[in-house]
């Protein structure tokens, strides 16, 4: 008897779980239709500041744990982020040559695709390939720092040094030196510090040029000669 009230029991437990999991199935698929219909109406109207009404959704995860098991509404809490550091300085959203939901998911994983390229450079081929994508789009700093964040990527001196040769042309100083820093945070490559040295010397910053160069550990007589000819303008200036 004892055992019968217990397989019922265990059955009645089981039925309610199973309940639940149809319930929760129905309520992420709800919320992700919400959500894309959402981004289709944004980026359809190019009302792309009314993409922020959907932070809620991912600032409150106990009141919506489900939203966050699907990969592709993540990407969009990535996007949003982008757009604020974006708009905040006054740049060309990277989501702006997307229409809706479905474009920007394709042009997020094909930037990821060409960011891999860049990282592993196996050949020019790919490496043009690559580049010719990158800017196709406008991909900012902004973009390209929150997406090689988010994604997993190996190496990222290489990455981000191959992006940084893809990109400059298209970037402005500002957002150049503020690339290399990124980078050098990551790895303290000569090369970029040479380049961020020249950008410095662009815009008259001597005393940073003279600092950036003074971090590399062993320098060559080019660059040593470098150092010293900044050392004595700056005694002039």
Known sequence: METNQSLNALLQETELHM???QTDKTYSFNLHQHIQQHVDFCLGSKQYEALFDLLPYFEAPDSYPQFHNSSETIKIYVL???LKLELENQKTPFLSVANDFDSIMEQYLLTVFSMRRLELALSKEAMD???AYLTSVPLTIYAAFLISTHEYF???GNLFWNLYTCMKSFWPLDDKILWLMWLLEKTPAQQAILELASLYIEIHDYSKAYQI???ISS???DITDQISSLKELLSYV
Do not use: G, R
């Open 219 to 221: 320098p060559s007589k």
């Open 154 to 156: 190996e190496n990222y």
């Open 129 to 131: 390939e690559a580049a």
């Open 213 to 215: 160069l003074n971090t």
């Open 19 to 21: 309940q639940k999991m």
């Open 80 to 82: 949003i982020n982008i």
